[in-house]
């Protein structure tokens, strides 16, 4: 790496002095690596431009989890809402990311009650009592963008709603937990704290993830405390966080069709998703 002095220019374009600007934050990261942390590499910090495309990106993602909000309801079947997703994004000029990728036959993943994520859409008709969660990624421009939500069916049981709310709780803990210059793992340590004090579990084996021109990018975002979240956040990361909370254990199997993942144990399982930027501040969500 090239060595700048106090008093040159800014490496970040800002116009002021070296010392003004990033040294005392550069120090800080260095100071990280000696530490054992990893500091996220160059194509990980997006650019203005490329954050406002996937904020662009964003807004579709979002306007279509609005849109299935008003259109979901007892007695449709998941490709209806896969159908419904197509349409409104080709529509509105987006591409859904998940058709064909990597084989994925659909442009949404549903997953309903004990499928943790990555369901298929099929003729599974919705009935009351039913929880839902509708993954959404969208191509627009060339940005990806990733959320996802639950939906209830008619009358869900008491336990069913507090899991709903909770894993929503623990989406927004996570995103104010996120903080630049410190370690992705404040996340983790937010939310596996939330779903204990609820009585639940987080899923172990699927995370969230770096996102932008990619799909799926580092670091990898585990929703639990663990020193695999050893990467110090950074203004311009855009990753998600979509914790998987269980309702009993945390255990996850993957069924035969390659995709569907479910709880081992049968129990509920729940998921919100939001794709994020790290700011200056904090973090701010793009979708
Ligand atoms: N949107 C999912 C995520 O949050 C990924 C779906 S990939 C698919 O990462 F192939 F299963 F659709
Ligand atoms: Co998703
Ligand atoms: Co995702």
């Not at 054992?36 to 989890?65: A, C, F, H, M, V």
């Not at 993942?261 to 930027?277: C, F, M, N, P, R």
């Amino acid at each position: 790496m090239f060595k700048l002095s106090r008093n040159d220019l800014c490496w970040c374009g800002s116009g002021q002095k070296y010392k003004k600007c990033h040294l005392e934050k550069d120090n800080l990261l260095k100071k990280y690596k000696l530490e054992g942390y990893r500091i996220p590499s160059k194509n990980l910090i997006k650019t203005d431009i490329q954050i406002e495309g996937i904020k662009k990106s964003g807004d579709l993602t979002s306007r279509i989890l609005d849109m299935l909000g008003e259109y979901i309801c007892e007695g449709i079947t998941t490709n209806e809402i896969d159908e419904k997703v197509y349409r409104f994004t080709i529509e509105n000029g987006g591409i859904p990311a998940t058709l064909n990728y990597k084989g994925f036959p659909k442009s949404s993943c549903t997953s309903v009650n004990d499928v943790i994520c990555h369901g298929i859409p099929d003729e599974t008709v919705l009935g009351s009592g039913d929880i839902i969660n509708v993954d959404i990624t969208t191509i627009l421009d060339g940005y990806y963008s990733d959320s996802s939500r639950m939906y209830t069916i008619g009358e869900i049981s008491d336990e069913a709603q507090r899991l709903v709310t909770t894993a929503k709780e623990c989406l927004e803990t996570g995103i104010n937990s996120i903080q630049p210059y410190e370690s992705l793992n404040n996340q983790g340590i937010a939310i596996e704290r939330h779903a204990d004090e609820n009585g639940f579990s987080v899923v172990r084996d699927l995370g969230g993830h770096g996102i932008g021109m990619e799909f799926h990018q580092e670091p990898h975002v585990h929703h639990f405390d663990t020193s695999e979240n050893n990467m110090i956040l950074v203004p311009g990361m855009v990753f998600t966080i979509e914790p998987m909370i269980n309702e009993g254990m945390f255990f996850a199997r993957l069924m035969d069709d390659g995709w569907t993942v479910k709880t081992v144990d049968g129990g509920l399982s729940a998921q919100w998703e939001h794709t994020i930027v790290v700011t200056e501040t904090g973090a701010e969500i793009l979708t």
